[in-house]
């Protein structure tokens, strides 16, 4: 079992629908949790950060993480044809010693349709 | 601030020529990163460096070598190329490990 799985997608919407990305993990000593974007032939780019479980809102986006169930979310409301891109969840076990290091998921494409 | 920059965006190498990739960073930051991205597998960490310095293997570091030459710059070497290297290269840098900021990235090609 890998340490985290993402849907790939492709995933297609109509522009204003409710967006929801997620991914699962297996190892229960991650405690940190990250969303990037990733627009075509760019680099990825930090969306959301949060820190054990609950909920994270920055405008259209709201971060779930559900540490019992080992599962996060990604939902984007109102969403427009700029969301368009692939998402990319990571996370990691801690901030200090040899916990550096980032496990991300392979990425859900994303497509809004105007 | 021009954050996370590298050099060359694009390269086209022969199997068994070498190459270094350039990495620089003007934020400040303490650790850097480099990352290999292929459809299908997703990013992973070939080296990382914590602190000026030091540096250390990632998930798939066979076949590179890394100098982190001051806080600013961390290059990433392949002595020998392979077909199998062929892939999107990111460098990164981060004050906090958990928030990492990516450059552009590398197109490498190797025939």
């Known amino acids: 079992q890998k340490e985290v799985e993402q849907d790939p997608g492709p995933l297609s919407v109509p522009e204003g629908a409710i967006v929801s990305l997620n991914c699962t993990y297996s190892n229960s000593a991650f405690q940190y949790f990250m969303w990037y974007r990733q627009y075509s032939r760019k680099g990825p780019e930090l969306l959301m950060y949060?820190?054990?479980?609950g909920n994270k809102e920055d405008g259209r986006f709201t971060a779930q993480v559900d540490k019992s169930s080992k599962y996060i979310s990604l939902f984007i409301r109102d969403s427009q044809p700029s969301d368009s891109a692939t998402y990319l969840c990571a996370m990691s076990a801690g901030s200090g010693g040899s916990n550096y290091k980032l496990t991300f998921g392979k990425g859900t494409l994303l497509t809004v349709n105007p | 601030n021009a954050g996370v920059t590298q050099t060359p965006k694009f390269q086209v190498l022969k199997t068994g020529q070498s190459m270094t990739l350039q990495c620089a960073q003007d934020m400040n930051h303490n650790s850097m990163y480099w990352y290999r991205q292929d459809p299908g597998m997703g990013l992973r960490l070939i080296y990382y460096s914590a602190s000026e310095g030091t540096t250390d293997k990632g998930e798939v570091p066979n076949g590179y070598n890394v100098s982190r030459l001051n806080k600013r710059e961390f290059s990433l070497r392949l002595e020998s190329a392979a077909p199998s290297q062929t892939s999107v290269y990111f460098c990164a840098s981060s004050e906090y490990p958990n928030e990492q900021f990516f450059g552009p990235g590398t197109r490498l090609t190797v025939l």
């Open positions: 949060t820190y054990s479980s």
